[in-house]
């Protein structure tokens, strides 16, 4: 762990676990660590950790009911908040498939708040291959697609959500092709009731995996 003088006084009691648990704690200067966070106003501490992704494999299949796979999402900051909305609604995994930013990219880790160790995170994975899992261990395939003339506002959309569900998320710019959104089960748009041409892929994914996360709830 790096830490600056400042954010030790502020955080003693972090910085003491920190170095109770085994990490080697070193003191920088405010200059030295804004090199190595990457931002602007960095907050003064900065862990070196291990990675946590999984295999795909490694899934435990058995128990998963609501996961976010994410294909060709390649804004960080987007890519991030998914996973820590994910996290909120109680996803059992995220997939980082196909050419979607890597989960370790630093405006990725710190949109994340923390959510990137605490469920089972999949990184470089095939988007089909992730489909075929997924599908294979009982999840039903949605995913969000602006076009689609099924909405979240349908009764029997709302309904289904109860059950074991993956939902697919695409590209900010473009969304997803035909050819991926051919990979779903069924295909779900979030209603727009006012001007707004769309929503960002972030907000959206949120209305999609907290929809996910009512029906299921509301049958425990």
């Keep these: 762990?790096?830490?600056?003088?400042?954010?030790?006084?502020?955080?003693?009691?972090?910085?003491?676990?920190?170095?109770?648990?085994?990490?080697?704690?070193?003191?920088?200067?405010g200059e030295v660590?804004?090199?190595?966070?990457?931002?602007?106003?960095?907050?003064?501490?900065?862990?070196?950790?291990?990675?946590?992704?999984?295999?795909?494999?490694?899934?435990?299949?058995?128990?998963?009911?609501?996961?976010?796979?994410?294909?060709?999402?390649?804004?960080?900051?987007?890519?991030?908040?998914?996973l820590r909305t994910a996290d909120a609604a109680g996803a059992d995994a995220v997939v980082f498939a196909d050419a979607s930013v890597d989960p370790y990219n630093g405006k990725c880790v710190r949109a994340s708040a923390g959510s990137l160790f605490h469920l089972?995170?999949?990184?470089?994975?095939?988007?089909?291959?992730?489909?075929?899992?997924?599908?294979?261990?009982?999840?039903?395939?949605?995913?969000?697609?602006?076009?689609?003339?099924?909405?979240?506002?349908?009764?029997q959309i709302r309904a289904a959500l109860a059950a074991p569900t993956a939902w697919l998320f695409g590209n900010e710019a473009w969304g997803l092709p035909p050819e991926l959104l051919a990979l779903a089960d069924e295909t779900v748009a979030v209603p727009i009731y006012g001007r707004a041409e769309s929503l960002n892929l972030a907000a959206a994914a949120a209305v999609c995996l907290y929809a996910s996360a009512a029906a299921q709830y509301s049958r425990l």
């Design 120 to 155: 089972p995170v999949v990184a470089g994975a095939r988007l089909a291959d992730s489909v075929g899992a997924l599908r294979k261990a009982g999840l039903r395939i949605v995913a969000a697609d602006g076009r689609s003339a099924a909405t979240l506002n349908d009764p």
């Design 33 to 82: 660590m804004s090199e190595l966070a990457q931002t602007v106003t960095p907050q003064g501490l900065l862990a070196v950790c291990d990675f946590v992704d999984v295999p795909l494999s490694e899934l435990d299949n058995s128990k998963m009911r609501l996961v976010a796979v994410l294909a060709n999402v390649r804004d960080p900051g987007n890519a991030g908040t998914v």
């Design 1 to 29: 762990m790096f830490v600056t003088a400042a954010a030790q006084a502020r955080h003693a009691g972090l910085v003491a676990a920190a170095g109770d648990a085994g990490a080697d704690v070193q003191l920088v200067s």
